[in-house]
């Protein structure tokens, strides 16, 4: 069965990095489109990130654009999301998404980022 | 960026009543391949958001038949027939046809 994983997550300082990774498996990884989603406590969610199946093409929420980079191994079915001089906006759970066209048809379970001095 | 709109934000229901949630986008979301990519989502407390409906009207396998999809262009309905206990969540609908892919505010469906 279809199965996201992320990690990574966990408390930063404001400016810091952290990268995230999904794991994912059940399915031919190399030939989904992948997104990162975010939610910020008791908040909606945002769309941040997608990248194409070989890393071609990768587009960005303007909110992210500059401070985060998505990228892929797909050796190892693998999605990332690389993040650069975090805020405190940037607190949130990020999500990784499958896309199949159009849509999000499988979600990870979340990894929890929290940005604070 | 295509804002989408949904109404209401909270809607309390009797339980076994009907159930419906308006989403609006501010601009067509009829795709240059001619389909088009509204989905809806639920999301329960604590859980990550669950496909519902995607393409306007298609359900997703497992998906029980009292939740349906309707509409067109830039209007679109999630309708529940008859809500059940276990429907209480945060319904969303979320467009795929422009980048940035954007989500409504969120639909709180609880039981009155």
């Known amino acids: 069965q279809v199965q996201l994983v992320e990690s990574g997550g966990g408390v930063v300082q404001p400016g810091r990095s952290l990268r995230l990774s999904c794991a994912a498996s059940?399915?031919?990884?190399?030939?989904?489109?992948m997104h990162w989603v975010r939610q910020a406590p008791g908040k909606g969610l945002e769309c941040l990130a997608v990248?194409?199946?070989?890393?071609?093409?990768?587009y960005y929420a303007d909110s992210v654009k500059g401070r985060f980079s998505i990228s892929r191994d797909n050796s190892k079915d693998t999605l990332y999301l690389q993040m650069n001089s975090l805020g405190v906006e940037d607190t949130a759970v990020y999500y990784c998404a499958r896309d199949p066209g159009g849509t999000y048809d499988y979600w990870g379970q979340g990894t929890l980022v929290t940005v604070s001095s | 960026d295509v804002v989408m709109t949904q109404s209401p934000l909270s809607l309390p229901v009797t339980l076994g009543q009907p159930a419906s949630i308006s989403c609006r986008s501010s601009q067509s979301l009829v795709s240059s391949d001619g389909n088009t990519y509204l989905n809806w989502f639920q999301q329960r407390p604590g859980q990550s958001p669950r496909r519902l409906i995607y393409?306007?009207?298609n359900r997703d396998s497992g998906v029980p038949d009292r939740f349906s999809g309707s509409g067109s262009g830039a209007d679109f309905t999630l309708k529940i027939s008859r809500v059940e206990a276990e429907d209480v969540a945060v319904y969303y609908c979320m467009q795929g046809t422009h980048w940035p892919w954007t989500f409504g505010q969120g639909t709180k469906v609880d039981i009155k």
């Open positions: 990248i194409y199946f070989d890393e071609n093409k990768r």
């Open positions: 059940g399915f031919t990884f190399s030939t989904y489109l």
């Open positions: 393409k306007v009207s």
